[in-house]
């Protein structure tokens, strides 16, 4: 059995979405009060406020004769679970505090940061009827399918139409409305068998990957299992980068200005703000369908997709002493690696592929030559050259030949980049070295950047 996740978009009538919108505002005080409880008793009686307390609390509450018109007519567990959240936010608060990074502490929330509800088990406040293949009967296997479409009804505001699609039906654990943007959608857990989240794989290539900048990902491809390092059996290919965030850069610039030109909290900032929400939702969607495309083709065609880790944090940590606009984090996250990836992983499981990561620290894929030597690279340089054996190839190409080779076990021993006291390699004479440092500061620096700049990491 997995756990998988499917949205559908909900569509309320008007009145619904009055109710809708009540039981997020009852939601967002029920949030307010209990983050205000456990500050209180922790100021004035040095008191901490467990989860389990506060839903005694909400127990009282709902008894309570002023305020059991609002409250009691909600569903109880989808407001043990908002109080969940709390306690959530609370314990990844202690976490980061303890790690030394900056704490964060939960904060009170407005009406437009209350976008969810969660709901617990089926039929628990709510129910979700999914229209079925073939009206209901089942096919040659005995299973009965789930067409596109359905209808859900919630405690309180009724039922409502919902279109959409799940890849896979499966048993519906639990749900979460979502508001977003003015529309309004569902989000089911879904526990479906092996067999049914299973993808067909038309080819068992052996694949791996080098992620950057330049080029999205540049694949090295074996069609069989390698015993030997032998480059005639790998086939290079690569593909491109969309830049959502660089070739809409103008207009999310010009969308920003527009809201922090106007009054806050004004109709036309709230308006200006709407607009800049539904331009950055549709680039978002963009990025994600372009991811799902690109995860399945892979793993329609790897037995086996081995990529090196991804330190994303350290990658896209902003360093604040540099004067010059550094905008390679920008690039970094607009690629969002880790959802590519994690889209890739579960993508090659389905097929019953599998999915290696390799140790990039020992490893340096982008500093390490085929015949094991290790060599520091900087970010701008594009074209592996190497000094000990000859190999020459592109950076991003070589890469992931080594992630290939490692893959396999047939990568010789590495041999660590050594140096003397001066921070001379070997065989370099000091004079050529002084020369390579000197040109670099008396060449004038080209101030456009280059697009070579962001290259691959
Ligand atoms: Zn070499």
Redesign the pocket.
């Known amino acids: 059995m997995q756990n998988r996740k499917a949205t559908y978009q909900l569509y309320p009538s008007s009145s619904q979405v009055l109710k809708l919108q009540d039981q997020l505002h009852t939601h967002q005080q029920l949030w307010n009060a209990a983050l205000e409880e456990r500050i209180d008793a922790w100021q004035k009686n040095k008191l901490s406020i467990s989860y389990e307390d506060q839903c005694k609390s909400l127990t009282i509450i709902r008894k309570d004769n002023e305020l059991k018109d609002q409250w009691a007519s909600l569903n109880c567990s989808s407001q043990q679970i908002t109080l969940y959240r709390l306690k959530k936010a609370f314990s990844s608060f202690f976490k980061r505090l303890k790690r030394g990074e900056t704490p964060g502490f939960p904060r009170f929330k407005s009406q437009r940061r209350m976008t969810s509800l969660g709901f617990k088990s089926h039929g628990d406040g709510w129910k979700f009827k999914p229209n079925l293949k073939n009206n209901g009967k089942p096919d040659d296997f005995g299973n009965i399918g789930w067409g596109r479409h359905g209808t859900l009804y919630l405690q309180g505001v009724g039922h409502m139409a919902v279109r959409g699609q799940a890849r896979a039906a499966g048993i519906i654990k639990s749900c979460e409305v979502l508001h977003q943007n003015n529309k309004w959608f569902v989000s089911f857990t879904l526990e479906c068998a092996d067999i049914d989240v299973q993808r067909q794989r038309k080819r068992d290539d052996y694949i791996a990957a080098d992620w950057g900048v330049t080029d999205l990902m540049t694949f090295a491809t074996a069609s069989h299992a390698l015993t030997t390092p032998s480059l005639n059996d790998v086939v290079f290919t690569t593909t491109e980068n969309p830049r959502w965030y660089k070739t809409t850069e103008d207009q999310s610039i010009a969308l920003a200005q527009k809201v922090s030109r106007r009054k806050k909290f004004s109709k036309r900032w709230k308006k200006a703000q709407d607009e800049k929400s539904r331009f950055e939702a549709k680039r978002a969607r963009k990025r994600h369908d372009h991811q799902h495309k690109l995860s399945a083709a892979i793993a329609a065609t790897c037995i086996r997709f081995s990529t090196e880790k991804l330190d994303i944090k350290s990658m896209t940590a902003v360093k604040k002493d540099t004067h010059k606009e550094n905008t390679f984090h920008r690039e970094v996250l607009d690629t969002a690696p880790g959802a590519l990836f994690q889209k890739i992983a579960y993508k090659v499981s389905e097929t019953g592929g599998q999915y290696v990561t390799a140790p990039t620290k020992e490893l340096k894929p982008s500093q390490t ?5 290790q060599k520091k690279k900087a970010r701008s340089e594009r074209w592996h050259r ?1 000094g ?4 020459e190839a592109g950076r991003d190409e070589t890469a992931a030949l080594i992630v290939l080779y490692w893959s396999f076990g047939i990568l010789p021993p590495l041999k660590k980049e050594t140096k003397n006291k001066n921070g001379q390699e070997p065989g370099e004479s000091p004079n050529r070295r002084k020369t390579i440092l000197s040109d670099s500061v008396l060449k004038p620096r080209n101030h456009q950047p280059s697009s070579s700049e962001f290259g691959g990491v």
Do not use: L, M, T
């Not at 000990?388 to 190999?391: D, I, M, N, T, V």
């Open positions: 030559c085929i015949c094991g030597q190497c000990a054996c000859g190999f």
